[in-house]
């Protein structure tokens, strides 16, 4: 069965950081790209990163480009995700998520429960 | 980036009714990467349809999905109680876009 588990979630003051994990089980993690996506409370979904299966592609969306970056850790089959420079609308539930193919990197069909990141001072 | 709209905002429908919901691209969405998604509170969003029209494994026949180029189509055939939720379509043919989110609910 397949598994994502996000952890690292929190409350963080404007300009501090944190760093997300997604710790995936029941499929062969190093063949998935995988990204990140979030959603502000009571809002729409939009895609934050993404990472090839053996890390080598990265891609960002514009609105955390130079400050969010993603890596992976094959051995450990666990997704990261630093967050630097945090403002308030970076405030969001931070979900990781598998794509159906192996080939593939945006028709996610398994996604974490979520953890919600909250920046206020 | 390729913006994608959806209409209506909100559906008011009873269980056993048809629901209709559009997706339009702001640009052609090449080899029809567009996937639909429902989202009930308090959860992950769950796959419904990729390549526009392909069921992802699990859903229901009563879902379908179809369309081409700009302008995209999710059907729910007939209601089911469990189908009041948010559906957003999202494009994955240039980066990764969502649109905003059609919400179904009981009329």
């Known amino acids: 069965e397949v598994q994502l588990l996000e952890s690292g979630g929190g409350l963080v003051q404007p300009g501090g950081s944190l760093r997300l994990s997604c710790a995936a089980s029941?499929?062969?993690?190093?063949?998935?790209?995988m990204s990140w996506v979030r959603q502000a409370p009571g809002k729409g979904l939009e895609w934050v990163s993404a990472?090839?299966?053996?890390?080598?592609?990265?891609y960002d969306g514009a609105s955390v480009k130079g400050r969010f970056t993603i890596s992976r850790d094959n051995s450990k089959n666990t997704l990261y995700l630093q967050m630097n420079s945090l403002r308030a609308e970076d405030t969001a539930v931070y979900y990781c998520?598998?794509?159906?193919?192996?080939?593939?990197?945006?028709?996610?069909?398994?996604w974490g429960q979520g953890t919600l990141v909250t920046v206020s001072s | 980036e390729i913006v994608l709209t959806q209409s209506p905002g909100t559906l008011s429908l009873s269980p056993g009714e048809r629901a209709t919901l559009s997706c339009r691209a702001s640009?052609?969405?090449?080899?029809?990467?567009l996937a639909w998604y429902q989202q009930k509170p308090g959860q992950a969003p769950r796959l419904l349809i990729s390549?526009?029209?392909s069921r992802a494994t699990g859903i229901p026949d009563r879902f379908s999905g179809s369309g081409s180029g700009t302008d995209f189509t999710l059907t729910i055939s007939r209601l089911e109680p469990e189908d009041f939720a948010v559906y957003f379509c999202?494009?994955?043919?240039?980066?990764?876009?969502f649109g905003p989110g059609t919400r179904v609910d009981i009329k």
């Open positions: 998520a598998k794509p159906e193919r192996e080939n593939s990197y945006g028709d996610w069909d398994y």
């Open positions: 029941g499929f062969t993690f190093s063949s998935y790209a």
């Open positions: 990472i090839s299966g053996s890390g080598a592609r990265i």
């Open positions: 640009r052609s969405i090449v080899s029809s990467y």
């Open positions: 390549g526009a029209s």
């Open positions: 999202q494009q994955y043919a240039n980066s990764f876009t």
